[in-house]
Structures are given as structure tokens and as C-alpha cells.
């Protein structure tokens, strides 16, 4: 079956520690992105990226980062730097309906890594 | 102001019930409008997607856009225990790389 795996699904961090969370999609998509949820917050965008080895801030970058090396893979570290690091983490990939510069991403997600700092 | 408002709920409903969940919104150029379903400790999963105004119909869901008012709604006919979960609406303009969400109502249906 086709989808998106996102491991682990619990981790638990000690401050000061850097932690990767891995996102791995086997639907072809060109496109992937990394959330953070919260609650009361929705979704917040970390980072995308359109193609391999290319990638663009979201809103909440700061202290976090990304590879993309791989099509299918896009890993995401969440470094010491970040303040507030406890959060359910979702990754996504998305194909792009419509015509050029005139449609839209529809995301498809994984099923979520939640982190704690201990 | 928030791009996208969501009302947090939580929602109780008896089984049966129609269910009517609603965004609104302020960027006029948002074009494409989705709802997504997300179980308890679960990724979002797509439920509806609609381009402009208008409705779209898919089985016991209706999702319905007014860009005029800049409000769409999501109905729910003959809610069921499995309809639970949160309701997070999403949008986005033309050709963007990303999508605006709002925070998600959480629907509880009672059987």
C-alpha cells in the first residue's frame, strides 16, 4: 500500500539532546512537509520541500532542519536549539492538482511521531 | 487576525444528528478548499476537497463554500460513533506551496 511512515511514533528527549524524526513516502510525490501540532494551535509549518535537495523554511523553523537527499525521504532533526521541542510531529507529502502556478497541493499525511523532553 | 478561524468546539452530538462545521476566512485569494479528519493520536486524513464556491457531495458529506462571505462548512448526515474525531479545514491560493489550517473542531457523536 502506498503512504507515508513516520518513526518513531513515541520519542522521548533529554534537553539539551538533538533528535532525528524519519518521514519516508512511497507515492511518488515531488513534494513533502513537516508540521507541528499543538493544541489549540493546528498546524504549523517547519519546513518544506518541492524537490530533491532543495528546501524552504515554514514559520517555524528555528531550531530545527531538514535533508532532503532522497525523493522518497526527508528527515527531520529537531536540534537543542529549539526552546519547545514537546509536540505531536506530522509529516506530509502532497501532489499538486490543477495546472501550472494555478492549482493545489493536497497533502497527504503520516500517521505522527510524538515527541517529549524530558 | 488568524488567515483561518476554526471554532475549537469540542461538539457533542447524538447519533443521528446532521452536523454542521464551519471555517471562516480573510484572504479573499484562497481558491482551494479541504477538510481533513484526524483520529485521536492519528495523521490527518483528507475528507473533502472543493475548488471555489459552491457544494460537493460525497456520501453522508456535503462541504460547501460561500466566497462571498468567506465561510465554508462542512455537514455530516446520519452522524455515527466513527464520525469522533477532529475536523481541521485547510485552504490555499492558486499555485501556493503550502496550505492554511484551521485549529480543528473536535466532534464527539453519542451513541
Known amino acids: 500500500d502506498g503512504g507515508i511512515t513516520q518513526s518513531p511514533k513515541y520519542l522521548f528527549r533529554k534537553e539539551g539532546q538533538n533528535v532525528t524524526l524519519s518521514c519516508e513516502q512511497n507515492l511518488n510525490h515531488d513534494a513533502m512537509y513537516w508540521y507541528r501540532q499543538d493544541p489549540g494551535q493546528g498546524l504549523r509549518l517547519i519546513y518544506y520541500?518541492?524537490?530533491?535537495?532543495?528546501?524552504q523554511k515554514g514559520d517555524i523553523a528555528e531550531g530545527y532542519s531538514v535533508s532532503r537527499e532522497k525523493k522518497e525521504s526527508f528527515p527531520l532533526t529537531v536540534t537543542s536549539a529549539q526552546k519547545n521541542p514537546t509536540a505531536f510531529y506530522l509529516c506530509?507529502?502532497?501532489?499538486?492538482?490543477?495546472?501550472?502556478?494555478?492549482?493545489?497541493?493536497?497533502?497527504?499525511f503520516g500517521a505522527g511521531s510524538r515527541l517529549t523532553v524530558l | 487576525q488568524k488567515e483561518v478561524e476554526q471554532d475549537p468546539g469540542p461538539l457533542s452530538v447524538p447519533e443521528g444528528a446532521i452536523v454542521s462545521l464551519n471555517c471562516t476566512y480573510s484572504?479573499?485569494?484562497?481558491?482551494?478548499f479541504m477538510w481533513y479528519r484526524q483520529y485521536s493520536r492519528k495523521g490527518p486524513e483528507l475528507l473533502m476537497y472543493?475548488?471555489?464556491?459552491g457544494n460537493k457531495e460525497d456520501g453522508r458529506f456535503t462541504a460547501q463554500v460561500d466566497k462571498s462571505s468567506k465561510y465554508i462548512s462542512l455537514f455530516i448526515r446520519d452522524s455515527q460513533p466513527s464520525d469522533s474525531a477532529t475536523y481541521l479545514c485547510?485552504?490555499?491560493?492558486?499555485?501556493?506551496?503550502?496550505?492554511?489550517f484551521g485549529t480543528g473542531t473536535r466532534l464527539t457523536v453519542i451513541p
Open positions: 506530509a507529502s502532497s501532489i499538486y492538482l490543477g495546472g501550472t502556478g494555478a492549482g493545489a497541493n493536497v497533502l497527504t
Open positions: 484572504n479573499s485569494a484562497f481558491q482551494y
Open positions: 472543493t475548488y471555489s464556491s
Open positions: 485547510a485552504m490555499s491560493e492558486p499555485g501556493a506551496n503550502n496550505l492554511f
Open positions: 520541500s518541492q524537490i530533491v535537495n532543495d528546501f
